[in-house]
């Protein structure tokens, strides 16, 4: 009998969409040239990292179990058992949000899920209940939003960032534009703090308009901000600590702030459920069904790690990020003044060469004057040994040509410094090749 062949169109279609291949397309490419510097990667810096350490967490917070009057019994079981599904470590995550972030939740309104990924996913499958409810989206907009939508049958409706970054009114004209086809806005995402892929930071009155929009057209906001605490000086209030109405379920990860191979993420559902007959409950006991379904729990010594962290600043990650904190601070800085002395001006002007200037996070976007598209990248990496990410990879209905990303957080200043000379070279010739 012939092996079982499978036809790629009987698949589900989220499965052939580019999306999905674009982050497997640029690991081939830093893969197959070793040698590039690469801009590519949003990882931390690998610098900060003890392998000693990572042992260190785990027996302070056996240590703090054993304080609070666990048995050995409860301690082996709380390594080894699978936990329960929302989480174990829940009134740490709720110290935390409220020690570093101003968020004032009860543990049960806080779901501990693998990764921020798993967060939005979960998210998605409750609120996304049928053909009409929509899901917009602050564009360009991390993938994985993307992605876990269409793998959930969900096309995200884009609302466009313009040169000066995210603004309610062009949300505003994208609800009442879904609300004329009879669609319903359920819920928009949003990374407002020095955003991926743009870098991006929402100003403070846009955030009050927004909440305020929510509130009126009856919609959730999404709010994923993984990179205010590894960001240099005072940031902006999270909009959840601003949300009066429980109109915000906020993502949380663990991985830039503390180290993404413990693979620990977190929601903020507070918002409240209302039964048929009369019984409520909040939207984050939703999830942990979906969660119990999924991936049952996480990893318990992935949590043990992360708390024992946590505990070790009580509960302030901002503490940890000091100097992970300058030190992105210090990249961003330098490539932004190297980008200045290779393209000055006007010679940048006639070039058709801008970038935008955050003042945190991993990632600037960079126009150019020609198509900044796979066959550019492997010019770029074979001919000139410099990788970055085709900013059309997060349009999620096209857009971002002529740009591409940038990201400063996995590179040392020399590596900066070599790679913006290489960059550099790659713009001109490829902006001669264009003419």
Not at 52 to 78: C, K, M, N, Q, S
Not at 118 to 124: M, Y
Not at 132 to 151: E, H, K, W
Not at 271 to 290: R, Y
């Amino acid at each position: 009998m012939a092996p079982a062949t499978l036809r790629r169109a009987q698949l589900h279609a989220g499965v052939s969409d580019p999306v999905l291949d674009t982050m497997n397309f640029l690991n081939e490419i830093t893969h197959r040239y070793p040698r590039a510097v690469s801009f590519a990667p949003g990882r931390p810096y690998d610098g900060f990292f003890d392998v000693e350490e990572v042992f260190r967490h785990i027996r302070r917070y056996l240590d703090h179990l054993e304080e609070r009057g666990a048995t050995p019994a409860e301690i082996r079981d709380a390594l080894f058992q699978y936990g329960p599904t929302g989480g174990q470590i829940r009134e740490l995550v709720t110290r935390s949000l409220r020690e570093d972030e101003d968020i004032d939740v009860p543990p049960e309104a806080v779901v501990v899920t693998v990764g921020c990924q798993e967060a939005i996913f979960l998210t998605l499958r409750a609120l996304l209940a049928g053909p009409r409810d929509t899901l917009l989206v602050s564009s360009p907009c991390y993938v994985g939003i993307t992605g876990a939508a269409r793998l959930l049958g969900v096309e995200p409706t884009p609302v466009a960032e313009g040169p000066d970054g995210f603004r309610s009114a062009r949300l505003e004209a994208a609800v009442a534009a879904e609300k004329a086809r009879g669609r319903r806005p359920r819920a928009f995402y949003v990374v407002p703090d020095h955003s991926n892929p743009s870098g991006f930071t929402m100003p403070l009155r846009e955030r009050h308009a927004l909440l305020d929009l929510a509130r009126r057209e009856d919609f959730l906001i999404l709010e994923d901000s993984p990179y205010r605490l590894v960001s240099p000086g005072r940031q902006l209030p999270t909009l959840k600590s601003l949300d009066h109405d429980r109109r915000v379920v906020h993502l949380g990860s663990y991985s830039k702030t503390l180290f993404p191979g413990a693979r620990v993420g977190f929601a903020v559902a507070d918002q409240v459920v209302v039964d048929e007959d009369g019984g409520q409950g909040l939207l984050a006991d939703e999830l942990v069904k979906i969660k119990s379904m999924v991936t049952v729990n996480t990893s318990p010594l992935s949590q043990a790690a992360v708390a024992g962290m946590l505990l070790a600043a009580g509960g302030r990650t901002s503490e940890l990020n000091t100097d992970t904190a300058a030190y992105y601070g210090e990249a961003m800085r330098a490539i932004l003044k190297r980008l200045d002395a290779c393209f000055p001006e006007p010679e940048r002007s006639a070039l058709g060469v801008r970038w935008n200037e955050p003042d945190g996070g991993f990632f600037l976007t960079l126009d150019v004057p020609f198509p900044a598209d796979n066959a550019a990248l492997v010019r770029s990496a074979e001919d000139h040994g410099v990788i970055w990410t085709p900013m059309s990879y997060f349009y999620p209905q096209g857009g971002g040509e002529r740009s591409l990303r940038l990201s400063v957080s996995y590179l040392t200043q020399a590596d900066i410094t070599e790679g913006t000379a290489r960059l550099t070279r790659f713009i001109t010739a490829e902006a001669a090749r264009a003419r």
